[in-house]
């Protein structure tokens, strides 16, 4: 038997990116490769790639650079990495990664990855290996499924792609291009997925696609299933006791997902909204296709059906002729709808997107200052939502066992980390936390009814910062 090969990935941007990771490491395991956490023993490095704005593109280039010092080291000692980009960046720049990067042997778009295999033999035989096609077959069809002990060791939250590619076309974005056309997984497929998920102990299970709330997937009766209608199927799954969804577009909020929200005690009330700008006037530019108040509509109803309901956004600024006014709207919004959290980014022209041929430009120094002003607002909005927690008894999804000895960290129901001291056999489990402190973006408490329970005193400032919100949402809508 041939000693186990290994693999280093190495995941950029947006949720989907971390699930595409998982997907590769699957389907490359049956082909002898192990994951190594580092590039130095590795025999294939996969760099999976975000295009989502300039910085984020970059980086694959100085990364290839320090690759190639990697590569070459381990060529004088007679060893062959093989290097391969994957992701947004492969399929946006494919020609142009193998004309600037020779230390690259594959290069492969984010619905080709089922394809690895024969890409790695092809790139052994010739050289090198390009696929940014996208296949009419199904990929999902063709990934291999990940095998319980990986399950298992990937803990109890898991993600699982519903809906790829986007069909909105905002003017800014380069997800219709890169991820294509919006498609929807049928919904058997995602019902087993989920449910072998649940077998190995997963608890919580956040669905994900560049514009998840315009899901229609074949359902086994034939019909076309919205994402209301999937959530009420998974919600039935035993073991299953958090749902979450990830990116949705404004417009594509239906009676379905409102009806979800209200009857699902399991689907949990904090949902990703991006609206990225208050002005209707930079929205009609954006081709958003809905206005402030489709947004806030979409938001009241939200709120009619679950009153503990929160929500996060994303806003752009210093959109292309985005003057003091459009951006004075987009506080007046903030303001208005109340955030518990929000990612705001300054505008990055992407190549061949519309936006990118707009003149009327925002200068570098107004959008720094925009930028500031409105993390602000929405840091003491999120300050504000998180402080509100202290006192209350909330209920939390323990993870994992948190780098403080004998503490245990999960989420509330707003992905805020909470931190109680007590047995790692609660992970996996909900149990009531009393919020006693805030320290940083992190909850500290007390088991509210477990026997064992302990306060954490004095511990505070030892808690390891972490965001409250994880810093990657799916990039999209
Ligand atoms: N420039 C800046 N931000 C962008 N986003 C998408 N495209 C761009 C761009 N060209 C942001 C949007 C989107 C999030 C994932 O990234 O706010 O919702
Ligand atoms: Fe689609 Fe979202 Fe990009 Fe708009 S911002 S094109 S909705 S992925």
């Not at 590795?42 to 984020?56: G, Q």
Request: charged content about 25%.
């Amino acid at each position: 038997m041939n000693p186990p090969r290994k693999l280093h990935i190495k995941s950029y941007g947006c949720q989907m990116n971390v699930y595409d990771a998982q997907r590769m490491v699957d389907t490359l395991a049956p082909e002898g490769f192990v994951e190594t956490a580092s590039v130095d023993d590795a025999d294939l490095v996969i760099l999976n790639t975000c295009h989502i704005r300039e910085k984020a593109s970059e980086k694959v280039y100085s990364e290839l650079g320090r690759l190639r010092a990697v590569k070459d080291e381990a060529a004088r000692h007679g060893r062959h990495i093989n290097i391969a980009v994957a992701g947004c960046v492969a399929q946006a720049e494919g020609q142009e990664i193998i004309r600037r990067a020779p230390t690259v042997d594959i290069v492969v778009g984010p619905q080709s990855y089922h394809h690895l295999p024969q890409l790695l033999a092809h790139a052994k035989r010739h050289g090198r290996a390009l696929e940014t096609e996208f296949p009419i077959e199904d990929k999902f069809g063709f990934l291999a499924p990940p095998q319980p002990d990986k399950i298992r060791a990937r803990g109890i939250s898991s993600f699982v792609t519903v809906q790829e590619g986007c069909d909105k076309f905002c003017s800014f974005c380069v997800v219709p291009y890169t991820r294509g056309a919006e498609v929807s997984r049928p919904v058997t497929k995602i019902v087993d997925d989920v449910r072998r998920l649940a077998e190995n102990g997963v608890r919580e299970i956040t669905l994900i696609g560049q514009n998840v709330n315009a899901y229609h997937g074949e359902g086994a009766d034939g019909r076309i299933w919205s994402l209301g209608n999937l959530l009420h199927r998974l919600a039935e799954i035993p073991g299953i006791v958090r749902l979450r969804y990830s990116t949705s577009h404004p417009r594509d909020v239906d009676d379905s997902l409102i009806a979800a929200h209200r009857d699902l005690p399991s689907l949990m009330p904090f949902v990703h909204l991006p609206v990225q700008s208050g002005s209707d006037r930079i929205l009609a530019a954006m081709n958003r296709k809905h206005t402030t108040g489709d947004y806030r509509r979409a938001i009241d109803r939200f709120r009619a059906a679950r009153q503990d309901i929160a929500f996060s956004s994303d806003f752009i600024v210093g959109f292309p002729g985005e003057t003091e006014e459009d951006f004075l709207a987009t506080l007046a919004l903030v303001t208005q709808i109340g955030y518990a959290g929000a990612y705001s980014f300054k505008y990055s022209p992407r190549p061949g997107t519309p936006a990118a041929e707009m003149r009327e430009t925002v200068s570098a120094d107004e959008m720094d200052v925009r930028l500031v002003r409105l993390q602000e607002l929405i840091d003491s909005q999120q300050s504000a939502f998180n402080a509100a927690a202290i006192g209350n008894t909330v209920d939390v999804l323990f993870e994992r066992s948190a780098r403080n000895p004998g503490q245990i960290v999960g989420r509330t129901a707003y992905l805020q980390p909470a931190h109680v001291m007590a047995s790692p056999d609660i992970i996996g489990q909900v149990l009531p936390v009393r919020i006693e402190s805030l320290e940083r973006y992190s909850l500290l408490g007390e088991l509210a009814t477990h026997p064992n329970a302990r306060a954490i005193q004095g511990a505070s400032s030892q808690v390891a910062p972490s965001r409250m919100i994880p810093p990657q949402m799916t990039t999209g809508a």
